[in-house]
């Protein structure tokens, strides 16, 4: 376990490159979710003044950054990445330490960052629009990206480096200034992320709990960017559609593993695994539903719960442990309650309770990793996102029922099949209703260059990552320029707008 700190630092918002206290003089304390004794520091509770505070610093450094070449933009965010690179165990090692997912599973949440700036910073020399021949004689017709202005970024604890990277580097790109709301539960690693910001030289600004309602709300804010879950996202989407702003929406899953009779089981075994117990299950492309034809259900199931009972819970930082903490009190109490309903409605295979009797664990949010057995595709084990390390078992008698069973929920983020089979393999890219599709590997591992995001109520159809995700962060503008140096009459009559 980690040392206890006496002593926890106080940090500030960073507001127009300085930290401040936040107006109403509150803080709060972020806690290591595997030794909860281990303060990691103290943090401004901010509210609607200190927001107004943030969206006005990002008002002022807008007309230079909108102005400077992207070029330029760029050579920033590659020091930035560098910088990233360069503090990338720093970072690990303290993310691991306040929200619990092990250590090589931190590395690779920077990693991610570092992927992203790397990526956008070279979208700095591409940005492309089209050129097109006009229809008219003497005329020039183009197109090009322009950045929206405010850009608002509110970001979920589960990812605390990667998902505001992946946000913010295409935002700033793209030369729109950022006012960044980090999660309540991580607001250690927001600090973190903002000193090298800071010093590569980005106008991004932000404070801290309580702050994502004001911000979304604030009419001075042209776009926001959110990842949460899907109550959340509906709400802010609500308050954009008022005032008519673009929203992205990236929210929660209930991702779905299907095992066809003729996969490698043990392959499937090591996908299933690290989909529903890596992270705790706190992914939100973590698979909580394993979809198994019948006819191998049994030798699957005596696989994985050989496996599962083999992992090790315990400190993400000690290099042993496979499985971390939960991030929270309330989600040890989620989690515990949908093992309750496993016990009454259905069958558990393993796992089931909280782990926090077992030696060494006693002061952290520890839950064992669970499968359970006999569940129905509409069940709520199989409908609601758990968050946590349950994994449901559904039986089925064919490849069709498999596909209804993965694509019956109101989530479209992620999903997998296991088949030998390469027609089966083919028919399950078409037909799985997911922004992300895998065959024969888990559902996790989005690499940055391809677009990331999900259907239904998984998100609102916007992509991060990939090129995809400068359109949410840029508008197009069409541009003619007539050098006939005469009044062309086609011109009049015959367009539409
Ligand atoms: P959450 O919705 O509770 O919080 C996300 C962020 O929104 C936090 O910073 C929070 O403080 C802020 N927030 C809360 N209420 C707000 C409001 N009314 N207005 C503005 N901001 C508000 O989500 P969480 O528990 O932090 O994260 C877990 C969820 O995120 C899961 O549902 C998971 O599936 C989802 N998630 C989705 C993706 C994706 O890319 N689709 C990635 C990671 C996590």
């Known amino acids: 376990m980690t040392d206890v700190v006496a002593v926890a630092p106080t940090w500030g918002n960073f507001i127009g490159g300085e930290w401040v206290e936040a107006v109403g003089g509150r803080t709060f304390e972020s806690v290591n979710p595997a030794d909860t004794r281990d303060v990691v520091g103290r943090f401004q509770a901010s509210g609607p003044a200190d927001?107004?505070?943030?969206?006005?610093?990002?008002?002022?450094?807008?007309?230079?950054?909108?102005?400077?070449?992207?070029?330029?933009?760029?050579?920033?965010?590659?020091?930035?990445?560098?910088?990233?690179?360069?503090?990338?165990?720093?970072l690990a090692r303290e993310m691991t330490r306040e929200m619990g997912k092990v250590l090589a599973e931190a590395r690779g949440d920077v990693q991610e960052g570092i992927d992203i700036a790397f990526l956008m910073a070279g979208e700095g020399r591409r940005m492309f629009g089209d050129t097109v021949p006009s229809e008219l004689p003497d005329k020039?017709?183009?197109?090009?990206?322009?950045?929206?202005?405010?850009?608002?970024?509110?970001?979920?604890?589960?990812?605390?480096?990667?998902?505001?990277?992946?946000?913010?580097?295409?935002?700033?790109?793209?030369?729109?200034?950022?006012?960044?709301?980090?999660?309540?539960?991580?607001?250690?690693?927001?600090?973190?992320?903002?000193?090298?910001?800071?010093?590569?030289?980005?106008?991004?600004?932000?404070?801290?709990?309580?702050?994502?309602?004001?911000?979304?709300?604030n009419p001075d804010v042209d776009v926001i960017s959110f990842t949460g879950n899907t109550a959340t996202g509906r709400r802010?989407?609500?308050?954009?559609?008022?005032?008519?702003?673009?929203?992205?929406?990236?929210?929660?899953?209930?991702?779905?593993?299907?095992?066809m009779?003729?996969?490698?089981?043990?392959?499937?075994?090591?996908?299933?695994?690290?989909?529903?117990?890596?992270?705790?299950?706190?992914?939100?492309?973590?698979?909580?539903?394993?979809?198994?034809?019948?006819?191998?259900?049994?030798?699957?199931?005596?696989?994985?719960?050989?496996?599962?009972?083999?992992?090790?819970l315990g400190d993400g930082l000690d290099p042993a442990t496979d499985v971390g903490p939960l991030v929270n009190a309330a989600a040890l109490a989620k989690t515990s309650s949908y093992a309750e309903l496993a016990r009454t409605e259905h069958t558990v295979a393993c796992g089931g309770g909280s782990a926090a009797g077992r030696p060494g664990l006693?002061?952290?949010?520890?839950?064992?990793?669970?499968?359970?057995?006999?569940?129905?595709?509409?069940?709520?084990?199989?409908?609601?996102?758990?968050?946590?390390?349950?994994?449901?078992?559904?039986?089925?008698?064919?490849?069709?029922?498999?596909?209804?069973?993965?694509?019956?929920?109101?989530?479209g983020l992620s999903a997998s099949l296991y088949t030998s089979s390469v027609g089966t393999a083919f028919r399950a890219m078409r037909d799985l209703r997911a922004g992300l599709v895998y065959i024969n590997a888990g559902t996790i591992g989005a690499e940055t260059h391809l677009p990331f995001g999900g259907m239904k109520q998984s998100g609102n159809g916007h992509r991060e990552a990939g090129h995809a995700a400068l359109d949410t962060f840029t508008e197009w503008k069409a541009i003619y320029v007539d050098y006939s140096g005469r009044l062309q009459r086609a011109q009049i009559d015959n367009q539409p707008g």
């Not at 400077?68 to 990445?81: L, Q, V």
């Not at 673009?246 to 929210?251: A, G, K, M, N, Q």
Request: aromatic share 6%.
């Open 236 to 259: 802010i989407a609500e308050v954009a559609a008022a005032r008519l702003k673009r929203v992205s929406l990236e929210l929660g899953g209930k991702n779905a593993i299907a095992v």
């Open 362 to 411: 006693e002061h952290g949010h520890f839950f064992e990793p669970t499968i359970v057995r006999g569940v129905r595709p509409m069940d709520r084990l199989a409908q609601e996102e758990i968050f946590g390390p349950i994994l449901s078992v559904i039986s089925v008698p064919d490849y069709e029922a498999a596909i209804t069973a993965a694509n019956q929920t109101p989530y």
């Open 140 to 217: 020039w017709a183009m197109s090009v990206r322009e950045p929206l202005g405010v850009a608002a970024i509110v970001t979920p604890w589960n990812f605390p480096i990667a998902i505001p990277c992946w946000k913010m580097m295409p935002a700033l790109i793209s030369g729109n200034t950022v006012v960044w709301k980090p999660a309540s539960d991580t607001p250690g690693c927001a600090v973190l992320l903002v000193e090298l910001l800071a010093e590569a030289g980005f106008p991004v600004t932000g404070a801290g709990e309580g702050a994502g309602a004001a911000l979304v709300a």
């Open 51 to 90: 927001v107004a505070m943030s969206i006005r610093a990002a008002d002022v450094a807008l007309p230079a950054w909108r102005a400077m070449p992207a070029p330029k933009r760029a050579e920033i965010m590659f020091r930035f990445a560098a910088l990233l690179a360069q503090h990338k165990e720093r």
């Open 261 to 312: 009779d003729d996969a490698d089981l043990d392959l499937a075994v090591e996908g299933i695994v690290w989909s529903a117990f890596g992270t705790t299950g706190q992914r939100c492309t973590a698979c909580s539903r394993l979809i198994a034809h019948e006819r191998i259900l049994e030798p699957l199931l005596e696989r994985l719960v050989d496996r599962v009972g083999r992992l090790r």
